[in-house]
């Protein structure tokens, strides 16, 4: 195969045991659509049944030999990476928030968010750093401010893992479901403070500009809708909220890469630079109705360029030169990236939020806890006083129920509530002196 590009694919599968609708099949088919395929690299997110992962791995391992499932979290991250090019590291860093045990629907505490990485060893680039990564899902950008602290601590954690990857002289290639369009703050901040390119951006600068959207197939052609499409068997009818509505689904996955930091020492004699993005796996699943996912897949090409030496256009970096392809002007000069002091502030007015109403909740909690415990005592003596039989049940029932609730809300109030209180201020600090040195 030729070794003067990169393909890759980032999909999730949608793959929770008991949860997702036709998993089976669904894997089975994705398994055999990978198999047949010519990509070098391939991420895929919410693969959380170890004998999907095998199935998958089996059937790619002729083109696709090398492989990581990363563990994480109670259920396991369900992250997957899938390389023709030999893994020689891996890593997985999670999360330090990722919303609260207590929301058992939501399931993002207990599979443990984060971000996984291996080093491949490619013939030309040398190593190249691969992440793979699903951010925190709820948690919306119209408020309340609260809400999105969580998906913005992902999104600047992240990006200080892509940035000091790049740091240590490798290529940074970035996959994932971002949970985030383009527009919104998790976004900007992985952009600015990593540096990275957006594969789609690159490969189509006419997206950056506002256009009308006449229909379903336009949003994924042009705009790279891969959630809540219309076009998808899944998402066809659900009720969906009004940026889907409006803009016929959401683009929430990505493929974003970035230039090793320049040394004088040492400077790169190769640059990656998507030539081609496309939504992929439209179709249904060959002798069934339904798609293959709850999303659509992302592929990226990513052209191998040698560099010519002491010019500069070839090492220009992040959001700078997305906005030079879009605009069809070459990059002049290489750009360190950096947050922009508007993007600090509008982080931590939300994380200062998410603090305060992370005390009050933790207060409540630890009311509660009180209550419980209240309930518990008054179970237990009223069942000496209870001569029906048939109560014993209903009386071992509820006291079970008092105490679970009452250890939840002990641990939510006391221990999870300082650690979210403590992680949010680790953040703010560090944002704090981030811009300081702006400042200077």
């Not at 030999?65 to 020689?88: E, N």
């Not at 919303?99 to 939501?106: E, F, N, Q």
């Not at 957006?198 to 379903?216: E, F, G, K, M, T």
């Not at 997305?322 to 502030?345: H, M, N, Y």
């Amino acid at each position: 195969m030729p070794e003067d590009r990169i393909r890759l694919l980032s999909l999730n599968c949608w793959g929770l045991k008991f949860v997702s609708k036709n998993r089976r099949e669904r894997i089975r088919a994705i398994a055999n659509q990978l198999a047949h395929s010519n990509h070098d690299i391939v991420a895929l997110q919410e693969v959380w049944v170890w004998a999907d992962y095998q199935h998958i791995q089996s059937s790619v391992s002729r083109s696709l030999p090398h492989s990581k499932l990363f563990y994480s979290g109670a259920l396991g991250s369900g992250l997957a990476i899938f390389s023709r090019f030999p893994i020689i590291g891996c890593s997985i860093s999670p999360y330090s928030l990722n919303g609260a045990p207590i929301d058992v629907g939501g399931g993002d505490w207990f599979v443990g968010k984060a971000a996984a990485s291996v080093i491949i060893d490619h013939p030309v680039l040398g190593q190249v750093q691969v992440f793979n990564t699903h951010l925190y899902a709820k948690g919306g950008e119209d408020g309340p401010e609260y809400n999105r602290a969580h998906r913005i601590v992902n999104a600047w954690e992240f990006s200080k893992l892509a940035r000091q990857a790049a740091e240590l002289g490798r290529y940074v290639i970035a996959m994932g479901d971002f949970n985030s369009v383009p527009t919104t703050l998790p976004i900007a901040i992985i952009r600015e403070h990593a540096g990275l390119s957006d594969s789609w951006v690159v490969a189509h600068p006419d997206s950056l500009y506002v256009q009308p959207i006449n229909s379903p197939q336009q949003a994924v052609e042009k705009f790279g809708v891969t959630a809540d499409s219309p076009l998808n068997s899944y998402s066809a009818g659900k009720p969906l909220d009004p940026h889907a509505r409006q803009y016929l689904g959401k683009r929430l996955d990505y493929i974003f890469y970035r230039q090793p930091r320049k040394s004088s020492h040492l400077p790169p004699q190769y640059f990656i630079r998507a030539s081609k993005c496309q939504v992929a796996m439209l179709e249904r699943v060959p002798g069934y109705r339904f798609s293959y996912s709850d999303h659509f897949g992302l592929e990226a090409t990513l052209d191998i360029v040698a560099t010519v030496p002491d010019d500069p256009e070839t090492l220009v970096l992040g959001s700078a030169y997305d906005i030079a392809e879009a605009g069809r002007r070459k990059p002049t000069v290489e750009v360190d990236p950096v947050l922009s002091k508007q993007t600090i502030d509008t982080m931590v007015r939300a994380l200062v939020s998410c603090h305060h109403f992370a005390q009050y909740r933790a207060k409540k909690e630890l009311i509660g806890f009180g209550i419980c415990i209240a309930l518990l005592v008054g179970a237990i003596v009223s069942s000496v006083w209870v001569n029906h039989g048939w109560i014993t049940p209903i009386i071992i029932v509820v006291t079970i129920f008092l105490a679970w609730l009452g250890t939840t809300l002990l641990y939510e109030g006391f221990i999870y509530g300082n650690w979210e209180c403590n992680a949010l201020m680790n953040v703010i600090e560090e944002l704090d002196v981030h811009k300081s040195t702006l400042a200077d």
